[in-house]
């Protein structure tokens, strides 16, 4: 019963039981070349999943942690270390992409770090212009959230961009953020700028995403990645 030298992969030579490699020979018991080089293929599939992991793990730049997609709630909760994948203090910077509507009245969406609703906790600025230029509110507030977005309750295509920065280390973490609301007036097609910091130090674990307002998030698509160096 011959072996090849490298993965050890039966073959028959002359004085083998016919059909040995195949079926196992006469006797039924000698090596199967099918069996044996699906065990070397299982072996290397193994070691490919072990690399891709390794690569995923170590790489530099912005890098995907997750993206989901939720409808009809008042707020929803984004696992910034995916399930323990990247824990906590990974990532120097967080972004976070979000595409949406609200459920009715056209309202503010909101962010909160670490699900934890203490009071004055997070400081946010904001300015929200019409498309004819017009500033149509603006503000600073310390409360439970920030403000990421003013978005429509009746027009799907809203959109938010967040940028979370400092978030490798227990700190008072800085945010900026755009939105928009897309209509058919100028009065009514609104952008958001929205600024802050929280007035705590939190190591950034999870993000919570929800309304300022009574009306639930009707869709929302959500995007997560972060930088690492």
């Known amino acids: 019963m011959p072996l090849t030298p490298v993965y050890g992969l039966p073959y028959e030579a002359p004085g083998d039981q016919p059909l ?4 196992g020979g006469s006797s039924g018991t000698e ?10 293929l299982a072996r290397i599939d193994n070691d490919i999943a072990g690399l891709v992991t390794d690569i995923e793990e ?8 997750g ?43 909101s962010l909160n770090i670490n699900d934890s609703l ?3 906790s997070h400081r946010t600025s904001w300015l929200l ?5 017009t500033l149509d ?10 403000r990421v977005a003013f978005w429509s309750g009746s027009l799907i295509g809203n959109v938010a961009q967040v940028t979370l920065y400092a978030t490798d280390v227990p700190a ?39 309304r300022i307002g009574s009306e639930n998030i009707s869709s929302c698509r959500w995007w997560l990645e972060g930088w690492r160096i």
């Open 20 to 23: 040995h490699s195949l079926t």
């Open 31 to 40: 090596p199967i070349l099918a069996e044996a080089v699906e065990t070397e």
């Open 58 to 65: 170590a790489a530099l730049g912005w890098v995907p942690i």
């Open 67 to 109: 993206a989901g997609e939720q409808s009809n709630v008042s707020a929803f909760v984004i696992d910034v270390t995916a399930g323990g994948k990247y824990p906590a203090g990974t990532f120097q910077l967080l972004r976070l992409y979000l595409r949406g509507q609200m459920d009715g009245t056209s309202q503010w969406v």
């Open 118 to 120: 203490t009071s004055e």
């Open 129 to 133: 212009y019409d498309a004819d230029g």
């Open 137 to 146: 509110e603006n503000g600073i507030f310390d409360g439970t959230t920030w």
């Open 172 to 210: 008072f973490v800085s945010y900026e953020a755009t939105g928009t609301m897309i209509a058919a007036g100028a009065s009514a097609s609104r952008r958001s700028l929205t600024w802050g910091r929280l007035n705590e130090n939190r190591l950034v674990s999870s993000l919570r995403v929800g």
